[in-house]
């Protein structure tokens, strides 16, 4: 096996693992650790961290350590979370959430890094293009990758769906689920007493076993960068600098077109919020149990890795404006009908119908959104990146953030009517466009609509 593609498989099967806890560790959050709110504190406190990493720490870590060892060290930050877990209080899980917030930005800087100087490398040996080589390379880390929302979800409800602690249901509990949920303790275990300790232990234990073999699979297979890529790697971290990047990331505000955009991209962190952190807890385990929670999300998930791929190729055919409709269409009769529905056991099947709605919709927000990026701010690639981050962060940490304070059906008005602002500035930005192209359907041009967004999975 030539030697660049197995560090390839390494990398990729290595945030595999890793992810296939954090993951599923995510979506329990506000199910697991209901009390006062922690669940959903943590990973308000988790993507504000992650928002200070991204400014600061990349380049200083990769510059450091290399590429090999930031993304090993990256990776037992991950598992202190997961640690944390094993006695969650705000003493413990908080902590940890901000040790994974801080290496969050360093791991996936590290690895585009390592993906991108790894593939030139080979595409110089090769005599092929090095762009080509790059594509292939992400191709197929993606593509082990986004796996890991289905096994992370597997296993949790796997766990949980062996507890003998189950309950009935009673009506007046069922009161208590939805938008117009009660805001109590009984909101989040209606459907079932909390699990046991025994099961939470033995499944945190398998989480934090696959982190630790992720950061092993790092350590013993994964290649330093030999000496005659040094050049490439000071490139590739030199170009551009730490300053230059922390700078233009603010003066790009001054582009008029990102100022528009940025309640799109806060959008972005706000559905996904509300579906990791409010769906699964007042819908799904309020009415079914914690241990529907995992097959949920797992219908999410491959609805949005399924609609990534189809959605990447469908907008060169349509243009990007026709799958912002439909996303729009999409997400706000999901709204509407949230507001509207009041979950029973007994509509087992609606309660997968609203994730693979949404994932529909995510795919479209996560490939379009970075394509708009792309194609919008060409010549300023790092800094429009750097805001998508910055702006889709404060998304999640403002929606984890009110979670515990308001109201189910007051967070899905807030919801509709970021998506309605996001929408009419989203018009003013191709407005803006075909005006200073005249004869020249935005559409039409020739864009970056892939699947580029790896930052949102954390």
């Known amino acids: 096996m030539e030697r660049n593609f197995k560090n390839v498989l390494v990398i990729s099967f290595g945030f595999l693992f890793l992810f296939t806890a954090y993951g599923g560790l995510q979506s329990l959050q506000s199910?697991?650790?209901?009390?006062?709110?922690?669940?959903v504190a943590s990973l308000s406190v988790l993507y504000a961290a992650l928002?200070?990493?991204?400014?600061?720490?990349?380049?200083?870590?990769?510059?450091?350590l290399g590429c090999k060892w930031?993304?090993?060290g990256s990776m037992c930050c991950y598992i202190a979370f997961s640690l944390g877990n094993f006695y969650a209080s705000w003493y413990t899980l908080i902590p940890t959430s901000v040790i994974l917030g801080l290496g969050g930005a360093p791991l996936w800087s590290a690895k585009c890094t390592y993906l991108t100087i790894a593939g030139n490398s080979y595409a110089e040996k090769a005599g092929k293009k090095g762009k080509d080589i790059i594509s292939q390379y992400f191709g197929i880390f993606f593509l082990i990758f986004q796996s890991s929302g289905v096994w992370g979800n597997l296993i949790s409800s796997l766990i949980f769906s062996q507890d003998s602690n189950k309950v009935e249901i009673s009506e007046e509990n069922l009161a208590c689920c939805g938008a117009?949920?009660?805001?109590?303790?009984?909101?989040?275990?209606?459907?079932?007493a909390e699990p046991s300790n025994s099961l939470i232990y033995t499944l945190l234990g398998i989480y934090t076993a696959s982190g630790v073999l992720a950061v092993l699979l790092i350590v013993i297979f994964l290649d330093q960068i030999k000496s005659d890529q040094a050049e490439t790697e000071k490139e590739v971290l030199e170009t551009p600098s730490f300053w230059s990047t922390f700078l233009a990331t603010f003066q790009h505000l001054k582009d008029k077109r990102q100022?528009?955009?940025?309640?799109?991209?806060?959008?972005?962190?706000?559905?996904?919020?509300?579906l990791s952190?409010?769906?699964?807890?007042?819908?799904?385990?309020?009415?079914?149990?914690?241990?529907?929670?995992g097959y949920v999300m797992i219908c999410f998930s491959a609805v949005t890795s399924l609609c990534s791929l189809l959605f990447g190729k469908i907008s060169q055919l349509t243009g990007r404006q026709l799958l912002f409709v439909l996303a729009t269409v999409t997400n706000t009769a999901c709204i509407i009908a949230l507001l509207l529905w009041k979950p029973h056991p007994k509509q087992l099947a609606v309660f997968f119908i609203f994730p693979a709605l949404w994932g529909l919709s995510d795919a479209i927000w996560q490939t379009q959104i970075n394509g708009l990026y792309g194609f919008l701010?060409?010549?300023?690639?790092?800094?429009?990146?750097?805001?998508?981050r910055l702006w889709e962060s404060f998304g999640f940490v403002i929606a984890f953030g009110y979670s515990t304070k308001l109201q189910v059906y007051i967070k899905l008005y807030i919801l509709l009517c970021v998506l309605v602002l996001s929408m009419v500035m989203y018009g003013a930005v191709e407005y803006l466009e075909a005006k200073s192209s005249?004869?020249?359907?935005?559409?039409?041009?020739?864009?970056?609509v892939g699947p580029l967004t790896e930052e949102t999975d954390m």
């Open 277 to 293: 952190g409010d769906y699964t807890k007042t819908y799904v385990t309020c009415a079914l149990g914690i241990h529907y929670v």
């Open 377 to 388: 701010f060409e010549k300023h690639k790092e800094a429009a990146f750097a805001n998508y």
């Open 70 to 72: 930031t993304i090993a």
């Open 31 to 39: 199910s697991l650790h209901s009390e006062e709110g922690l669940g």
């Open 51 to 64: 928002i200070l990493s991204s400014m600061f720490l990349p380049p200083i870590l990769i510059k450091k």
């Open 438 to 448: 005249p004869g020249t359907p935005t559409a039409t041009k020739k864009e970056n």
């Open 259 to 274: 100022c528009l955009l940025i309640p799109l991209t806060m959008y972005s962190g706000f559905e996904q919020g509300f």
């Open 180 to 192: 117009h949920d009660c805001m109590t303790e009984t909101t989040n275990t209606t459907g079932a």
